[in-house]
């Protein structure tokens, strides 16, 4: 006799080696005690047409899409939630009736993340800072004007920034990168979405130590786990919300439209990505 095929997912993108989705996606598996397997599929750029033209017949039950891919795989697909029409990009693939389709979890991974670590976070909303504009950042600013807040943008390309806010109109403002410090104070969120603060990169313009005491400061990089940004934060007294729980807590939406079950973001979880990472 041999053994049903095991259902399987994955994460598609270039270069995708250092992908911690698996561990996550793996994780959960064990723990629900499902039949499956969430495996790395690289694929090159002259490949990633016709692998989303071919999904439905790949064998695959879904996939997480990530950079660079994000953006062909939005207008790969037959049909999108609301939020990946939002952002424009795609990060979970399912079929249905066999059409490729799409959503984007990370505006869920970000706010629910700060639910999580920060309960409360969203309570009086009032204004925040964003620094970067790139695809993380749209992310981040959808999740924090549907909760409620101002948002203050700050991207070294500023036109980027623009472009952004427009997105949102009266609900975000544009800043100049120089002016970052006097644009963040005030603010009950800030939030770094630039890949200033991990290694060999540069230092974020803003003296955290100015901010109000019950300011939450927030990175969306997690390599390293407590990056300079977070640790002046945390010196300064300041909540910190690590980029590690975005990662964890997007990943919940994916494996619940796959399997059918919505899986936690334990500690257990959390412990095993992190060791994962110490380098
Ligand atoms: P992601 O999808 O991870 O957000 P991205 O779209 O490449 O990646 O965006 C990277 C962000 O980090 C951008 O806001 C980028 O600023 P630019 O739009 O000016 O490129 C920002 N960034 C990267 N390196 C930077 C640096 N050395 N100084 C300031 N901002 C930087």
């Known amino acids: 006799m041999t053994a049903p095929p095991r259902p399987t997912v994955g994460v598609i993108g270039w270069?995708?080696?250092?992908?911690?989705?698996?561990?996550?996606?793996?994780?959960?598996?064990?723990?629900?005690?499902?039949?499956?397997?969430y495996d790395r599929l690289p694929v090159p750029p002259e490949a990633i047409e016709g692998f989303l033209a071919d999904f439905p017949a790949s064998g695959l039950l879904g996939a997480n899409v990530t950079i660079p891919y994000k953006e062909i795989?939005?207008?790969?697909?037959?049909?999108?939630?609301?939020?990946?029409?939002?952002?424009?990009?795609v990060n979970c693939l399912w079929l249905e009736a066999g059409r490729l389709m799409g959503a984007n979890t990370d505006v869920e991974g970000f706010v629910a993340n700060l639910d999580q670590t920060v309960p409360g976070w969203d309570a009086a909303a009032g204004s925040a800072f964003v620094l970067g504009a790139g695809g993380a950042a749209r992310a981040?600013?959808?999740?924090?004007?549907?909760?409620?807040?101002?948002?203050?943008?700050?991207n070294r390309t500023r036109p980027r920034a623009e472009a952004l806010a427009a997105l949102y109109p009266g609900a975000v403002t544009v800043h100049a990168f120089e002016d970052a410090q006097a644009a963040a104070e005030g603010a009950a969120v800030v939030v770094n979405t630039t890949s200033l603060g991990m290694k060999g990169e540069g230092e974020?313009?803003?003296r955290l130590d100015r901010l109000g005491p019950d300011s939450i400061v927030a990175d969306i990089v997690y390599v390293p786990?407590?990056?300079?940004?977070?640790?002046?934060?945390r010196a300064a007294g300041l909540r910190t919300v690590d980029g590690l729980g975005m990662l964890l807590h997007q990943a919940v939406p994916s494996f619940e439209r796959w399997f059918g079950v919505r899986p936690a973001v334990t500690p257990a979880l959390r412990a095993r990505v992190e060791a994962d990472l110490v380098p």
């Open 204 to 206: 974020i313009p803003l």
């Open 225 to 233: 786990l407590e990056t300079p940004f977070l640790a002046t934060a």
């Open 73 to 89: 795989a939005y207008r790969a697909v037959a049909a999108r939630d609301p939020v990946a029409d939002r952002l424009m990009a």
């Open 15 to 37: 270069p995708i080696a250092h992908s911690r989705s698996p561990l996550i996606h793996n994780h959960w598996l064990a723990v629900h005690g499902l039949a499956g397997h």
């Open 140 to 154: 981040v600013v959808d999740g924090l004007v549907h909760r409620g807040f101002q948002v203050r943008l700050a």
